[in-house]
């Protein structure tokens, strides 16, 4: 689980559904979802340019594209 502006956007990851989530605050509406498949137990969130970088619970480090 984690949360970071970049762009003019919210970036949340649900670990319940493996997903993150692009969230435009000025509606406060889901914009997108992307699955990312493999994501067990994320505990942190942090973005750089255009990647999301999620770190799980064991110390795993995934980075996917943002989706703008």
Known sequence: ?????????????SAAFGTLLTIDPQSRTV??????????RPVGLAIRGSEAFIVDAAGGLTIVPLVP
Do not use: K, N
């Not at 689980?1 to 990851?13: D, V």
């Not at 914009?31 to 067990?40: E, K, R, S, T, Y």
């Open 1 to 13: 689980t984690g949360a970071a502006f970049h762009g003019g956007r919210l970036y949340a990851i």
């Open 31 to 40: 914009v997108a979802a992307h699955v990312i498949p493999g994501l067990d």
